[in-house]
């Protein structure tokens, strides 16, 4: 569904990312690695918040890497940012209810909220809250719920788990494990022992290079990997 091919990118002429190739079709493909690694500079890459330097972004038989992001978005790519971003003075209706109208579709507002309740059931208990209201946890939820009333085919997630605590971040990557059972999702993360047991592939990001790519348990059995990211501790 997506293909990165030799990507490079970055800000005012730097080359953040260097050579990136990547692939994310069904589950969910995971990209970790330490801060200032690159992860958000590929975010922005795909979702046309920066246009890179060179290669190529292939979305579905497109070509994206030279769209606006208002375009990427409409040919189904939904992106649900670092830390979230939720309007604070709405309620959590109308967060919802703005991003299902932004892009014309066929399907029901009351249909999709059935759908997010499912998933969140936490948002039908505060749905006419406002989002400044509800905790980091239920706001990163309303963040990706509002994310998916665009009704995408594939969903980028940036270290959606980022100042959660721990129980939190748990029940978060059951949800994000769920909702790729439906659509492809591309996920950055730092949070390594949570989230690579429920990934496809994983990647690892460091300076802007992918130093290796493989399955969950090709990283879990990766001696040099693990005392590099899982901290000496194992993995369970």
Same mark, same amino acid.
Do not use: W
């Given at each position: 569904?997506?293909?990165?091919?030799?990507? /490079? %990118?970055?800000?005012?002429?730097?080359?953040?990312?260097?050579?990136?190739?990547?692939?994310?079709?069904? #589950?969910?493909?995971?990209?970790?690695?330490?801060?200032?690694?690159?992860?958000?500079?590929?975010?922005?890459?795909?979702?046309?918040?920066?246009?890179?330097?060179?290669?190529?972004?292939?979305?579905?038989?497109?070509?994206?890497?030279?769209?606006?992001?208002?375009?990427?978005?409409?040919?189904?790519?939904?992106?649900?940012?670092?830390?979230?971003?939720?309007?604070?003075?709405?309620?959590?209706?109308?967060?919802?209810?703005? %991003?299902?109208?932004?892009?014309?579709?066929?399907? $029901?507002?009351?249909?999709?909220?059935?759908?997010?309740?499912?998933?969140?059931?936490?948002?039908?208990?505060?749905?006419?809250?406002?989002?400044?209201?509800?905790? #980091?946890? &239920?706001? &990163?939820?309303?963040?990706?719920?509002?994310?998916? %009333?665009?009704?995408?085919?594939?969903?980028?997630? $940036?270290?959606?788990?980022?100042?959660?605590?721990?129980?939190?971040?748990?029940?978060?990557?059951?949800?994000?494990?769920?909702?790729?059972?439906?659509?492809?999702?591309?996920?950055?993360? &730092?949070?390594?022992? $949570?989230?690579?047991?429920? %990934?496809?592939?994983?990647?690892?990001?460091?300076?802007?290079?992918?130093?290796?790519?493989?399955?969950?348990?090709?990283?879990?059995?990766?001696?040099?990997?693990?005392?590099?990211?899982?901290? /000496?501790?194992?993995?369970?």
């Amino acid at each position: 569904m997506l293909e990165i091919r030799n990507l /490079y %990118a970055g800000y005012f002429g730097s080359k953040v990312l260097q050579n990136i190739t990547l692939e994310c079709k069904e #589950g969910i493909t995971l990209v970790v690695g330490p801060n200032g690694a690159g992860k958000t500079t590929l975010v922005k890459s795909i979702n046309g918040i920066l246009r890179p330097v060179e290669g190529k972004i292939n979305f579905n038989g497109t070509e994206i890497q030279n769209l606006s992001p208002f375009l990427i978005s409409r040919l189904g790519i939904s992106t649900v940012p670092e830390r979230g971003h939720v309007f604070s003075n709405m309620t959590v209706i109308d967060n919802l209810r703005v %991003a299902f109208e932004a892009i014309k579709q066929n399907s $029901d507002f009351n249909e999709f909220l059935e759908r997010i309740f499912s998933i969140f059931p936490d948002l039908k208990e505060k749905l006419n809250d406002k989002s400044n209201t509800l905790s #980091g946890g &239920q706001q &990163q939820m309303l963040s990706i719920a509002r994310a998916m %009333a665009t009704n995408p085919k594939m969903l980028i997630m $940036d270290e959606p788990t980022t100042g959660l605590f721990p129980k939190l971040v748990k029940e978060l990557v059951l949800k994000i494990e769920e909702i790729s059972k439906n659509m492809p999702i591309l996920l950055t993360e &730092q949070n390594v022992l $949570d989230v690579v047991p429920i %990934a496809r592939q994983v990647s690892i990001i460091e300076s802007g290079k992918i130093v290796f790519s493989g399955k969950p348990e090709e990283v879990m059995k990766n001696p040099q990997i693990k005392n590099i990211y899982f901290g /000496y501790r194992e993995v369970e």
